[in-house]
């Protein structure tokens, strides 16, 4: 985890963007010490809630640069993203894919993989890029944890794209898949071997597949108005001089 905020924090140093305009809610808890060093606005949110509370914050302070930190990944936070990503809501959202709860022992989640319970798990993990492109997220993008030079590229570029951005990182939960802790340098090691870079690579072909080189880059750069543009145009329409417009870059 503190490969991915310091890839986070050096994104944002390369982005130029005031650490103070940035604002991170994250159901992932992370070492108080090290989010404190980060610089910005942190909120510890209940499991499956970031991006909620993220879109509170953007509706309710349209200046501010929100990134929500997601591990719950798709649970109970999936109608968030989906929603989200269809409003084209501003945020640059973070997906950190461990494959499986790390705080709650034995429990599956959407990414995870079949062979990771005893009879295996028959319900196919989603693509999160095809997933986020499908619904109508601008700008998606998978790096693992060992990335951090891509990783922190990606997030200095998303931080400046006008819609929903959504960045997943693979990042090993090696508490329920081995019994020991050491093992997650191995771990990493495994996927930055066998991991391959395909930019522009169409995003239903990214899908991670048992024995086949898991697929990292960028996949989806595009632009479309933003929720918050959306509403200053339609209500506008409506109301003319009457409406104040609220925040995005037409307010």
């Not at 993008?141 to 030079?149: I, K, P, S």
């Not at 899908?207 to 145009?233: H, L, M, Q």
């Amino acid at each position: 985890m503190n490969s991915i905020i310091s890839a986070f924090s050096k994104g944002i140093e390369k982005s130029g963007i005031d650490r103070k305009k940035i604002s991170m809610p994250s159901d992932v808890p992370f070492n108080p010490d090290v989010v404190k060093a980060l610089g910005v606005d942190y909120f510890q949110i209940p499991r499956g809630r970031a991006i909620a509370f993220g879109t509170g914050l953007k509706l309710g302070n349209p200046s501010l640069k929100v990134v929500p930190v997601a591990g719950d990944l798709m649970t109970l936070g999936g109608n968030h993203f989906v929603h989200g990503a269809r409003r084209n809501m501003e945020l640059l959202i973070i997906c950190v894919n461990s494959f499986v709860y790390k705080k709650i022992a034995g429990k599956p989640i959407p990414s995870t993989q079949s062979a990771f319970s005893p009879y295996s798990t028959f319900e196919e993990p989603f693509n999160f890029p095809h997933l986020g492109n499908s619904c109508g997220a601008i700008y998606t993008a998978r790096w693992t944890a060992l990335h951090t030079e891509e990783l922190a590229d990606s997030v200095a570029e998303a931080l400046h794209k006008h819609g929903l951005s959504v960045i997943e990182v693979l990042a090993p939960g090696p508490n329920y898949y081995t019994d020991i802790d050491s093992i997650e340098l191995e771990l990493l090691k495994f996927y930055h071997e066998n991991s391959t870079i395909k930019n522009n690579e169409d995003p239903k072909n990214v899908a991670i597949v048992p024995d086949e080189k898991i697929i990292v880059g960028k996949f989806t750069d595009k632009e479309r108005p933003t929720f918050i543009d959306s509403y200053n145009v339609q209500h506008s329409k409506i109301l003319g001089d009457k409406f104040t417009p609220h925040g995005g870059k037409n307010g």
